[in-house]
C-alpha cells in the first residue's frame, strides 16, 4: 500500500520537476518596441560604425556597442570602421524599480508581513524578501554618413525580475532591429527567446 501511495505521488512530482527545469532553460523577453525609418532597403555594402556622444565615453558604452553588435549584424549591418556607409548611435538605461508584485501596506491589516500571522519569528519579515524587477530601454539611431541623415531610429523598452544585462540587453536591441529597414509604423510587442 505504501508503495503504491509513493508511485502516485512520484508521477506528478516528477512532471513537475520536468516543467520547471524547462521553464529554467529559456526566458521570453516580452518587448516594447517603435521605430521609423526612411531607408527603404538595405543598401549594398551595408557597413557602419559606432557614434558617441562626448557623454557616451565612458568603458561601458564599449561593453553594451559589443551587446549590441551581434543584433546589428543580424539584422543585416556590418561593422567596417574604415569605410562605413552609417553611423550607429545606441542607446541603453537600467533603472530598479518597484515590482508589480510587491504589497505596498505590509500584509492585510498588518498581518502577516509583519511576524504576527505567520513570521519568521523575531525580526524577521517577509517583506524585506521582495524580488528585483528592472524598467530596461534601449535606443538605436542609424545616420547616413553621406548626408548626415537619421534614417532609422528605434526603441525598445522591457520590465522584468532578470538581472543579468548580458543577456537581456542583446535580447533587447535585436527586438528594436527587428524588421530593418522597414520594421512596422507604430507601437509593437516583439518577444524574444532567450536562455536564462
Given at each position: ?19 520547471l527545469?524547462g ?8 518587448n ?19 557614434e ?33 556607409r552609417?553611423?550607429?548611435q ?17 500584509g ?8 504576527r ?7 524577521g ?13 534601449v535606443?538605436v539611431?542609424?545616420r547616413?554618413l553621406?548626408s548626415?541623415?537619421?534614417?532609422f ?7 522584468g525580475?532578470?538581472?543579468s544585462n ?6 533587447m536591441?535585436?527586438a ?7 520594421a512596422?509604423?507604430g507601437?509593437r ?5 532567450v536562455?536564462?
Amino acid at each position: 500500500m505504501k508503495s503504491t501511495v509513493l508511485r502516485l505521488c512520484a508521477a506528478p512530482l516528477a512532471a513537475c520537476a520536468l516543467l520547471l527545469a524547462g521553464c529554467a532553460t529559456s526566458i521570453q523577453l516580452d518587448n516594447t518596441v517603435q521605430s521609423f525609418s526612411s531607408l527603404p532597403a538595405l543598401p549594398s555594402p551595408a557597413t557602419y560604425r559606432f557614434e558617441r556622444l562626448p557623454s557616451q565615453q565612458a568603458p561601458q558604452q564599449v561593453e553594451m556597442e559589443n551587446l549590441a553588435d551581434p543584433a546589428l549584424h543580424k539584422a543585416g549591418l556590418s561593422r567596417d570602421d574604415a569605410n562605413p556607409r552609417f553611423s550607429v548611435q545606441i542607446t541603453a538605461r537600467l533603472q530598479p524599480v518597484l515590482s508589480p508584485w510587491s504589497d505596498p501596506w505590509g500584509g492585510f491589516a498588518g498581518w502577516g508581513r509583519r511576524g504576527r500571522g505567520f513570521g519568521f519569528g523575531i525580526g524577521g519579515r517577509l517583506g524585506d524578501m521582495e524580488s528585483p524587477w528592472y524598467h530596461r530601454e534601449v535606443g538605436v539611431v542609424v545616420r547616413e554618413l553621406s548626408s548626415g541623415k537619421v534614417v532609422f531610429e528605434s526603441r525598445a523598452s522591457n520590465d522584468g525580475p532578470w538581472s543579468s544585462n548580458t543577456t537581456v540587453f542583446p535580447a533587447m536591441f535585436e527586438a528594436a532591429l527587428q524588421g530593418f529597414p522597414n520594421a512596422p509604423a507604430g507601437p509593437r510587442q516583439v518577444n524574444i527567446q532567450v536562455a536564462s
